[in-house]
């Protein structure tokens, strides 16, 4: 079975500095990864995906992730943090070669301080 | 397009009364979805549907029923609420075929509390 683990429950960052969330995934097969962010009180959007081709991909918002096969993660990043970036942040999985059902990381709270 | 709508946004039931959500979308999609979000423990799938007339067990089905009669709705149901549901609920909806990859839409959640 696939899982998909976010590193931190918690991230704290200034603003104006580099945002860094870890994702890391259990397949054989490369799965089409996905971001979705959470603000507070709102459901969860997309924030970017990896399906095919280029493994940088860049999403809403400033983010952008990178699809590292060899050490199967899909980290996000954004180089200067905004308060408004402050949301919980979901990393998700689905196969592309079997049951599309996506399984999701437990998420990780982004904090922005001033 | 509205996207993927819930109903009701808040609810309050007592231990061991009985309730419906709704959720609804208008974007055709074959794949719906029941989440629950609880603190520290992400997004746990209850049930979902492939299509129409279809249902199927998440991780976590049991104390849920859902019913799929009309594509654009999943509801979901409580025979008989415990404290253990009190959660916030989201539905998710998805198109499969060629470039659709599975990505999800979601509703704006249901808030649940049971005494």
């Known amino acids: 079975a696939q899982s998909v683990t976010q590193l931190g429950s918690h991230v704290s960052v200034s603003e104006g500095a580099l945002v860094l969330l870890r994702c890391n995934y259990s397949?054989?097969?490369?799965?089409?990864l996905f971001w979705y962010v959470q603000y507070p009180n709102q459901g969860l959007q997309l924030l970017l995906k990896y399906t095919t081709g280029a493994t940088l991909v860049k999403g809403i918002n400033g983010f952008e992730a990178e699809f590292k096969k060899s050490e199967t993660s899909f980290h996000l990043t954004k180089p200067s943090a905004h308060m408004s970036d402050a949301a919980e942040y979901f990393c998700?999985?689905?196969?592309?070669?079997?049951?599309?059902?996506?399984?999701f990381g437990r998420g990780t709270s982004l904090i922005v301080h001033p | 397009n509205a996207g993927v709508t819930q109903t009701p946004k808040f609810r309050v039931l007592k231990t061991g009364q009985s309730m419906t959500l709704l959720c609804a979308q208008d974007?055709?999609?074959?794949?719906m979805y029941w989440y629950r979000q609880d603190p520290g423990m992400g997004l746990r799938l209850i049930h979902y549907?492939?299509?129409?007339?279809?249902?199927a067990k998440g991780e976590v089905p049991d104390g849920y029923n859902v019913s799929r009669l009309k594509k654009q709705n999943f509801l979901l149901g409580l025979e008989s609420a415990a404290p253990s549901q009190t959660s916030v609920y989201f539905c998710?909806?998805?198109?499969?075929?060629?470039?659709?990859?599975?990505?999800?839409?979601f509703g704006p959640g249901t808030r649940l509390t049971v005494l």
């Open positions: 998710a909806s998805s198109r499969t075929g060629m470039g659709s990859y599975n990505e999800q839409f």
């Open positions: 549907s492939v299509g129409e007339g279809t249902t």
């Open positions: 397949s054989s097969v490369p799965p089409y």
């Open positions: 974007m055709n999609h074959e794949y």
């Open positions: 998700a999985a689905s196969s592309g070669g079997g049951s599309y059902i996506p399984t």
